[in-house]
């Protein structure tokens, strides 16, 4: 009797995820629940226990490959029990209907630019360069719908004449039209059609998109490629999909940090007794909660069918790490004092660093908090974390010379930016927030 | 209009076909005083004599040649085999005689009989109670073979049977039965032999099925729109044989992907021809590989109740199967 391993789907919308190290060997005896190896996707990596006590039959996934969830990773057996080489165990090949077909697909191969009958016949019709088409098939296919959605967008933008205007008042384009100058410049007179670069696939699909185009390395550039991480992909692909969907607007106050630095030196050690420490980031998070209770259209999605405010304030807080970052998200901030904040925002951070969090912790947010004065940043204007509509940007905090009540007074001050989405929010609505936030930290007690 | 069960519209058709024609008779196990097992006939000698709804012995090799015989000499028998698992002695007579009469005789013989039988598995019913007999008679050139899903199609298509002038196997769908329910008209309405029905119309994928496969691919169709916002083209078949390669080829030149579900065994099934008829005439609308989803490989269907679970198609195995092709 054999068990099989299989990749979990690691939260929603988490669909592959890669083998990053197998923790057992083929032929390697192991407990039920023993860490079997690490599974990294966009947006956590974890270690899988193993399911069944025995031994380590066959692998089939290789660190290091991308395989959808479902599929089978390896079999847990009894020593000296056979599968196949090659494929999965004989009973599973022909017991399996096809409805568990991933699991029959050991490895699925990445995509290698074979095309469907249809889409082969569709790109010769219409001369299309499918490399430049956004396949949301798997393993990022180019499907016939994929192609029937760009020639549409194609048709739209397309500059063409109506079909009102006759003939002979279009511009003509075949050889006769051309001077003999430009024939002689351009020998290869052929007008392929060749694909643009996508341009709003975005909505449709969060799961695959490209950041195309990319232009190719010239020869003769000495460099390294350094491959892209999953981390990294998924960053890249977040960022330019925010910044396609959302209108990025950003307001910047300046806030007086002397309250909050005077309530931190008187509590930081009854603080630290509990266990916590008593981070500005804390007060930060726990002002924001107010001020979107005061303005709840930050804590809200956009949708097609109208603004959805969302019920409790879930504020997620960019940690940075060596090859990324991650953005794991406080629950239920409204619910928290300022310990039971400071508490979470520890506790996250530390095992956002030391990479232990679980895919449910770093879902469900509904603002972001990036606290980018940590490396000296005066000002910044991050991008929003869809389908947030806001995100809060602390900037480094300095003594600065200010001018209260016409005298001159050195007061500790940080730059604060809200970025929101002009789609849900104006800007009075954004001040709004952030003097709700200024006067809730400029007057901590 | 009335709301039937799939077996009463069968025995209304059998009912208004019997007065309509007084040539149309009915014989098979118990179909008289017992009005059948599954009670198809049910108060049919009654009405009718015990010369138009004969029971007859336990032997379905002379159900049929019985049959042939009433219907060269001009009658419109409906024969009825309990179980279509019961049909193989059968055999004999449906291929070698119903089949080629009219081309043997070169026209001059016909053989109009209809043979009505329960077919399929899901209803505890064991390996002599759950067969799926389709794929022997569907590689018969000479048959028609008619699966209804409906009890609309069930009472028009038996009606058509009925009224052909050459042999027509009518597989009923025994789990359907009483499970089954929808509008019939109370009128005298026929549904012609041929042509497949767009269950459900959809624009992602096409799935091909009949029969309680039929039924239960519009629930899983219903659920993968609901939950997935996949958009299922449902193609009830019903008349399997002759195969309608229009709306087949039709459906997936709309859609491009193609799965085909059926209950029986999966090697050499029905399926596969609908498989070979997309590849043929159809290579160029494919979007994707045609998958089936079938029972399995193995001699019956099993008779323990997790087995047989395990061995049928059901609305979530498909819902399954569209959703694992729907994102090729």
């Known amino acids: 009797m054999t068990t099989q391993v299989i990749m979990p789907q690691l939260g929603e919308s988490v669909v592959e995820g890669t083998v990053s190290r197998w923790l057992k060997q083929e032929g390697d005896a192991i407990q039920e629940f023993e860490p079997l190896l690490e599974i990294s996707t966009d947006k956590v990596d974890t270690e899988i226990p193993a399911s069944a006590g025995g031994v380590l039959l066959k692998i089939y996934v290789q660190a290091g490959q991308t395989v959808e969830r479902g599929t089978l990773l390896a079999v847990i057996g009894a020593a000296g029990e056979i599968v196949g080489d090659d494929s999965p165990p004989v009973t599973a090949q022909h017991v399996l209907p096809t409805h568990q077909q991933p699991a029959v697909n050991a490895v699925p ?99 695959d998109i490209r950041v195309h185009p990319v232009e190719a390395i010239p020869a003769g550039i000495d460099g390294e490629l350094i491959p892209l991480t999953a981390m990294r992909r998924a960053i890249a692909n977040h960022m330019v999909m925010s910044k396609h969907t959302s209108p990025h607007v950003t307001t910047v106050f300046e806030i007086d940090m002397s309250a909050v630095l005077k309530h931190r030196e008187a509590h930081k050690e009854s603080f630290a007794k509990q266990g916590v420490n008593l981070t500005l980031t804390a007060y930060f998070v726990s002002a924001a909660a107010d001020a979107l209770q005061t303005v709840p259209y930050l804590n809200a999605r956009w949708t097609d069918d109208g603004i959805y405010l969302v019920n409790g304030i879930h504020i997620g807080v960019a940690v940075a790490l060596d090859n990324g970052l991650i953005v794991p998200v406080i629950k239920n901030v409204h619910d928290l004092n300022l310990l039971g904040a400071a508490r979470a925002i520890n506790d996250l951070a530390t095992r956002a660093r030391e990479k232990k969090l679980k895919p449910e912790e770093v879902q469900g947010g509904t603002f972001s908090i990036t606290n980018h004065g940590v490396s000296g940043s005066l000002m910044a204007m991050p991008i929003i974390n869809q389908p947030q509509v806001g995100i809060l940007g602390i900037g480094m905090m300095e ?44 007057g901590w007690v | 209009m009335t709301v039937m069960t799939l077996i009463d519209a069968i025995r209304a058709a059998m009912d208004e076909e019997m007065a309509r024609d007084p040539r149309v008779f009915i014989t098979g196990e118990d179909v008289g005083v017992r009005g059948g097992v599954f009670r198809a006939t049910q108060g049919l000698q009654a009405k009718y004599g015990a010369a138009r709804v004969i029971d007859s012995p336990l032997a379905e090799l002379s159900i049929v040649a019985i049959g042939i015989g009433a219907a060269l000499a001009e009658l419109r028998p409906i024969c009825e085999i309990q179980f279509a698992d019961f049909i193989h002695p059968a055999f004999n007579q449906i291929v070698n005689e119903a089949a080629k009469m009219y081309y043997r005789s070169n026209g001059q013989w016909r053989v ?179 998958r089936r989803l079938t029972g399995y490989d193995i001699p019956a269907v099993p008779f323990n109740h997790d087995m047989q679970e395990f061995f049928m198609p059901n609305p979530d195995k498909i819902a399954d199967a569209i959703r694992e092709l729907a994102g090729y």
């Open chain 2, 112 to 290: 109009p009989l209809t043979i009505r039988a329960p077919y399929g598995g899901g209803i505890a019913g064991g390996l002599y109670h759950s067969q799926s007999v389709e794929a022997f008679f569907a590689h018969v050139p000479g048959l028609k073979i008619v699966i209804p899903s409906t009890p609309h199609d069930a009472k028009g298509l038996l009606k058509s049977a009925v009224r052909d002038p050459n042999p027509v196997l009518f597989f009923e769908p025994k789990k359907g039965y009483r499970a089954i329910k929808g509008d019939v008209s109370d009128d005298d309405y026929t549904v012609p032999i041929g042509p497949a029905r767009i269950a459900r119309e959809g624009r992602d994928l096409s799935v091909f099925a009949y029969g309680m496969m039929a039924h239960y691919t519009v629930i899983a169709a219903e659920k993968v729109a609901r939950e997935n916002g996949i958009d299922a083209e449902v193609v009830d078949l019903r008349t399997l044989l002759p195969i309608d390669k229009e709306s087949i080829l039709k459906s997936v030149k709309k859609t491009g992907k193609a799965l085909i579900v059926y209950e029986d065994s999966r090697t050499m099934g029905y399926g596969a021809e609908v498989a070979a008829i997309l590849a043929d005439d159809g290579f160029e609308t494919l979007d994707a590989p045609i």
């Open chain 1, 109 to 207: 191969i990445a995509y290698n630019g074979q095309m469907t009958p249809v889409v082969a016949r569709m790109a010769a019709e219409h001369q299309l360069d499918l490399a430049a088409i956004n396949g949301t098939g798997r393993n990022g296919r180019v499907t016939k719908r994929d192609v029937e959605d760009y020639l549409e967008r194609d048709g739209i933008q397309d500059d063409a004449p109506t079909d009102d205007t006759p003939p002979w008042e279009r511009p003509g384009s075949g050889d006769l039209f051309k001077s003999t100058v430009d024939y002689e410049d351009q020998p290869q007179t052929e007008t392929a059609v060749t694909a643009r670069p996508t341009e709003s696939p975005l909505q449709k699909s969060n799961v």
């Open chain 1, 399 to 442: 003594k600065r010379v200010k001018v209260i009540d016409d005298m001159i007074a050195i007061r500790p001050c940080v730059y604060t930016s809200l970025t929101f989405d002009h789609r849900v929010v104006d800007g009075a609505q954004g001040d709004t927030f952030m003097m709700t936030l200024k006067r809730r930290l400029e």
